[in-house]
């Protein structure tokens, strides 16, 4: 019999006082894997590479993106979210 634990990654895409960025708060996300520099750097690959996101930000708990100004949030807020189920 085998068993398959999935980890559920409770995250959230919160507003920021400026539009075109959002605040990812990735909870139970074991904290020496989130300041790994290894994992910052392939999320930070992975949000830019989508298209219309500018810049990436880590800090303690999490990751802010930066989109420029001709993208809609919900044209990639999906892509956001699939790369932090992912983790």
Do not use: C, R, Y
């Amino acid at each position: 019999m085998f068993f398959i634990l999935k980890l559920i990654i409770n995250m959230e895409l919160i507003d920021t006082p400026n539009p075109n960025a959002k605040k990812v708060l990735a909870k139970n996300i074991s904290s020496s894997n989130f300041h790994n520099e290894n994992t910052q750097f392939s999320i930070s690959k992975q949000l830019q590479n989508i298209e219309g996101v500018k810049s990436t930000f880590f800090g303690p708990d999490f990751v802010t993106i930066t989109k420029g100004e001709n993208v809609s949030w919900e044209t990639i807020n999906q892509d956001i979210i699939n790369i932090f189920d992912k983790l």
